[in-house]
């Protein structure tokens, strides 16, 4: 089956109409997307008390700090886990590095 079957000519009524609902859905879908992405953010925002995914916010974490920051914040997580979870505790600790 043809779109702009010869029969149709010169105008190509059924054609030229499904050339336009085709446009007029994607320009409608394209014009309605910020809408649908504000509305899943403030949907996330509700639900998690942020509008980014957990794994974009892990990784954009681990994109901008150095390895040597990553390791502290392991070991920072390790000793709270050690304290039961006392993060006021946790934070008096202290390293002192031997020379």
């Known amino acids: 089956m043809h ?3 010869l029969p149709d000519k010169p105008w190509y009524l059924p054609g030229f109409s499904a050339a336009c609902a085709t446009l ?6 394209y ?7 504000l ?3 403030r949907r996330r925002k509700k639900k998690y008390g942020h509008a980014m995914p ?3 916010l892990e ?3 681990h994109a901008h700090i150095s390895a040597a920051a990553q390791a ?8 709270e886990e050690k304290l039961g979870g006392d993060v006021e505790s946790a934070a008096h600790l202290e390293q002192v590095e031997m020379k």
């Open 3 to 5: 779109i702009f079957p």
């Open 39 to 41: 509305w899943e953010a």
């Open 72 to 79: 502290k914040e392991r070991e920072q997580a390790m000793r």
């Open 59 to 61: 990784d954009v974490q």
């Open 24 to 29: 007029a859905c994607t320009l409608i879908g």
């Open 54 to 56: 957990l794994r974009a």
């Open 31 to 37: 014009g309605s997307l910020p809408f649908w992405l």
